[in-house]
């Protein structure tokens, strides 16, 4: 199966914005979910949202509900996260992932996805 490939990354100031993207090709079948997570230094890793490929219900973490933005772009086989008001602790490697089996709900933990990105860096710093 493909890869997934995230890009957009890099350094922002505090209240900017930057849009990820994960191209997935082969992975926005209906039965699969879609899933974004980040990890900083030192952290664990952390579930942002998610996307139901069938319907693309999403569902988003209390940390970035408001600012974050998740959207698919089927024709592209492409799933975007759209980051504004960025804060420093916002900083961290940033990966897509997919779950399969998930015709009814999409996932954020990251112990249920099935496929998973490299990651693409976002600094946020003045």
């Known amino acids: 199966q493909s890869q997934l490939v995230e890009s957009g990354g890099g350094l922002v100031q505090p209240g900017g914005s930057l849009r990820l993207a994960c191209v997935a090709p082969?992975?926005?079948?209906?039965?699969?979910?879609v899933a974004w997570f980040r990890q900083a230094p030192g952290k664990e890793r952390e579930g942002l949202s998610c996307?139901?490929?069938?319907?693309?219900?999403?569902n988003y973490a209390r940390s970035v509900e408001g600012r974050f933005t998740m959207s698919l772009e089927k024709a592209k086989d492409t799933v975007y996260l759209q980051m504004n008001n960025l804060k420093p602790d916002d900083s961290a490697v940033y990966y897509c992932?997919?779950?399969?089996?998930?015709?009814?709900?999409?996932?954020?933990?990251?112990?249920?996805?099935?496929?998973w990105g490299k990651g693409a860096l976002v600094t946020v710093s003045s």
């Open positions: 992932a997919v779950k399969e089996r998930s015709f009814f709900r999409c996932s954020m933990d990251a112990s249920e996805m099935n496929y």
């Open positions: 082969g992975f926005t079948r209906d039965d699969y979910g």
């Open positions: 996307i139901r490929m069938r319907t693309g219900w999403t």
